[in-house]
């Protein structure tokens, strides 16, 4: 037995799932798009698990119909869905526009209106264009207009519609699985060095697209524009790896948080660190972790909200004594799972509601009373497909009775939650291995047949919703099946 309070939740609180483009969009070389650096990553071959690739993906650049009976479905308030960089841009530049791309997204951002879903859009979901990463990529100076000029396109043709926009997703992820461990694409291995580069560029490009919003087009389209910052949860493993996990704090959320809620700036005590190590390791070719120039529009303010996505928490173990240039040699910190904590699915996913809570609370309280999004949090399945997945039902329950608590007991101004994802889809560099949907999706099959894992969960999730839209204050008891 467990309950959600849905009277903590407010009456105008955003239901929602997310997607990105390369992840279900499948269409990678059709009407004129151009290839993305995800594109060559898994066409090259022993990258992604099983050599999969998102040619197909669930196809939604083709089945988008069938996508929104799935959000109608769930009786969804909001969905958040990435726009493909070069889909529309195929060499990333507002030099060639491809019109069918654009007409793509119209017809998607159309009728999600027409069906009462409100879009929120993320311009950048890992998915640069391959003639941007020719040119450098994010660790490319350049690479910070042509996203203002991308993204001045996109407001200008969608926003009249779109008033919820993410500029970039996860620059945490992009930055140390594409630059530094290069597990992701770009799939670039530069340890301690091109991670800070690439963070700061995509810092510099998410605050002149929000200068460039807020100047050009907030006077006329009155939207809102954040960057989305995942963050697991951090405590220490023992008593004496307190500071090893500020440390871990302030190299993961803080690292972006801090410019862009707190000083403009990077932590202080990240900075002295990395300038420490740099010089006992003997680098002497200037900072590794680069300053803002005053000649350019500040980081600090320019998030409307704050958009968080959480999947887990971490235990942090000291690592002081580690002597190697990379991140986690100057993050001088570990994070280990704590074996109370279930394994779901996903190697790395441990189940911890509570750290979304505790995660809340702490966005609270040291950063801003900005209202905060959840824009990701999931739940996945690996092996033999599980229709009736009872255990992905009880998370979604105690995760919302958590998201609840932030909101009555701990005050904090919650305004939505999407899960990840709507569908199954290419999980990265697991392929379709690792399936997050709300929504399976039989990639065996050609029709690509989207069906509803059927679990206790589906009535939480549609009984929470429904009272939600109709603000009826009811106390929702749910059994597990
Ligand atoms: C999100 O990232 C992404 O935004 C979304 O696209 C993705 O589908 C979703 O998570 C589910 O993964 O052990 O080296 O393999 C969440 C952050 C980044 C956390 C990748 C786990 C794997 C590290 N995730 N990371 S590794």
Redesign the pocket.
Known sequence: MSAVDITAFPKDFAWGAAT?AY?IEGGWNMDGRGPSIWDTFCHEGGRVFGDHTGDVACNSYQLWEEDLKCIQQLDLSHYRLSVSWSRILPDGTTNHINPKGVEYYNKVIDSLIASGVTPMITLW??DLPQALQDCGGWCSAEIADTFESYASFCFKTFGDRVKLWITL??PY?CAM?GYE?G?FAPGIKDPGLSVYVAGHNMLRAHAKAWHAYNTHFRPSQGGQVSLAL?SDWAEPLTAKDAAATERYKEFTLDWFACPVFCTGDYPESMRSRIENRSLELGYKQGSRLPHFSKDEPSPLGTADFFAV?Y?TSRKVKDLSENTELSFVGDQGAEGVIDPSWPICG???LAVYPEGLRKLLKYIKDTYTSVPIYIT?N?F?QMGPVQIEDVDRSQFYEDTLQQVGKAISQDGVNVKGYFA??LLD?F???DGFNVR?GLFHVDFSSSELKRTLYRSVHQRTWRATWQTSHTGKAVHLKLCSL
């Open positions: 990105a992840q979901h890992m997703n996860e992820v699985l461990d597990i995942n996505n999947y996903v190697h790395w990701e999931g996945s990840w994802s889809n999980e990265w560099n997050f």
